[in-house]
C-alpha cells in the first residue's frame, strides 16, 4: 500500500489543481452505512424503494422515517481520518474541489471548504410546493409526522432523489473545475450511481492522472492510474503525508 501512496503522491505533487470526488466509503469509518455495502442502508427496503419522489408521494412517513433515522446516525457521528485527510489536501493545495456525493455534512464539520454537494444534504429541509429551503429540525426517531411549510406544503429533505436531476449549477460547475484540473482523486465511491459515475471517464478523456482509493474493484479500477484497495482512513492520511513529506 505504501508504494501506491507514494505514487499517488507524486501525482498529486505536480498537479496546481486537484479534483476530489468522495462516496459514501469515505463515511463509512465514520459508522454511517453505505447504500450497497454488506450492511445495506435500512430494514428491506432498498434505496431505490425510499430515495425517490414517487415513494414521498405514496409515503411520506416512511421516507422521513428513513431520512430521521440516518440524520440521528449521521448527527451522532464524527468525521473520521479521511474527511481530515481531504482537508489536508485542500489546504495543501493551489486549487482544490471536493464533488460530494454524500449528503452527510461530515466532510463540512471536518472542515471542508471548496465543496460542491452533488445530492444535497440531509440536513436541510425544501418544501414540495414552493421550494423554500430551511434547516432540517433533526427530528427524534419517535415523531413520525411529516413537516409542513408556512405555505401547508410537505418538507422533503433537501436531496436528489433517483429519477430527479442533479442541481445544473453543480453539475455544470464540476465539470467547468474538472476541465482544469490536472489530478482527480476517487474516494469511497462504487461508480454506480450517475451521473456522478461518468466522472471517472470524463476525467480519462481529458488525460488528467487518477487515482481511486476503494475497498473493492469499481467499473472505473481498470482505467485509473492508481488503484489503492484500502481505507480511505488509512489511505488518505498516508498519501497527505507521503505528499508533504518528500516534496
Ligand atoms: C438522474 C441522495 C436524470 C439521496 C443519492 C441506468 C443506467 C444509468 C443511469 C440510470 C439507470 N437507471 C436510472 C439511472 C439514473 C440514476 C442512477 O444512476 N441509478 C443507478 C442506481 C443505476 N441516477 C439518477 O436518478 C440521478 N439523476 O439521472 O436524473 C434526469 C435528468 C433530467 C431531468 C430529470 C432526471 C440522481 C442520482 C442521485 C441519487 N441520490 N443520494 C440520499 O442519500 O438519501 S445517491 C446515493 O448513492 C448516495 O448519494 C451515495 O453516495 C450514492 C452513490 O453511491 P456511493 O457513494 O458510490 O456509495 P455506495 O454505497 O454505492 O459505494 C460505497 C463504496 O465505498 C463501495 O465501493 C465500497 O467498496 C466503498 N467503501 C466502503 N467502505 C470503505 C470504502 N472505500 C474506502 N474506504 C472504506 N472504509
Ligand atoms: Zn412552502
Redesign the pocket.
Known amino acids: 500500500m505504501q508504494e501506491e501512496c507514494q505514487q499517488a503522491a507524486e501525482i498529486l505533487r505536480g498537479a496546481s489543481s486537484i479534483f476530489v470526488m468522495t462516496?459514501?466509503?469515505?463515511s463509512?469509518?465514520s459508522g454511517i452505512p453505505?447504500?450497497?455495502?454488506a450492511d445495506g442502508l435500512w430494514r428491506d427496503y432498498s434505496?431505490?424503494d425510499l430515495?425517490t419522489p414517487e415513494a414521498f408521494r405514496k409515503n411520506p412517513r416512511l421516507v422521513w422515517e428513513w431520512?430521521r433515522w440516518r440524520q440521528n446516525i449521521i448527527i451522532k457521528a464524527q468525521p473520521n481520518p479521511?474527511h481530515y485527510a481531504v482537508v489536508e489536501l485542500e489546504r495543501v493545495s493551489e486549487h482544490f474541489l471536493l464533488l460530494t456525493?454524500?449528503?452527510d455534512n461530515l466532510h463540512q464539520r471536518a472542515g471542508s471548504s471548496n465543496v460542491l454537494e452533488l445530492?444535497?444534504n440531509?440536513f436541510r429541509v425544501r418544501c414540495s410546493d414552493c421550494g423554500k429551503v430551511s434547516p432540517s429540525p433533526c427530528f427524534a426517531e419517535a415523531s413520525c409526522d411529516v413537516p409542513t411549510c408556512e405555505c401547508g406544503g410537505l418538507l422533503r429533505?433537501d436531496?436528489?432523489?433517483?429519477?430527479?436531476?442533479?442541481p445544473s449549477t453543480i453539475w455544470t460547475e464540476s465539470l467547468d473545475y474538472l476541465n482544469t484540473a490536472q489530478a482527480v482523486v476517487l474516494?469511497?465511491?462504487?461508480?454506480?450511481?450517475?451521473?456522478?459515475?461518468a466522472i471517472p471517464g470524463i476525467a480519462k478523456e481529458l488525460g488528467i492522472r487518477s487515482i481511486e482509493?476503494?475497498?473493492?474493484p469499481?467499473p472505473f479500477s481498470s482505467t485509473v492510474d492508481v488503484s489503492i484497495m484500502n481505507?480511505?482512513?488509512e489511505v488518505l492520511p498516508r498519501i497527505v503525508k507521503a505528499l508533504s513529506t518528500a516534496a
Open positions: 462516496g459514501a466509503g469515505v463509512a469509518e453505505t447504500f450497497r455495502g434505496v431505490q430515495a431520512y479521511a456525493q454524500n449528503v445530492h444535497g440531509i429533505p436531496v436528489v432523489w433517483f429519477g430527479e436531476a442533479i474516494c469511497g465511491t462504487s461508480g454506480v450511481v450517475w451521473p456522478a459515475a482509493i476503494n475497498l473493492e469499481t481505507k480511505a482512513g
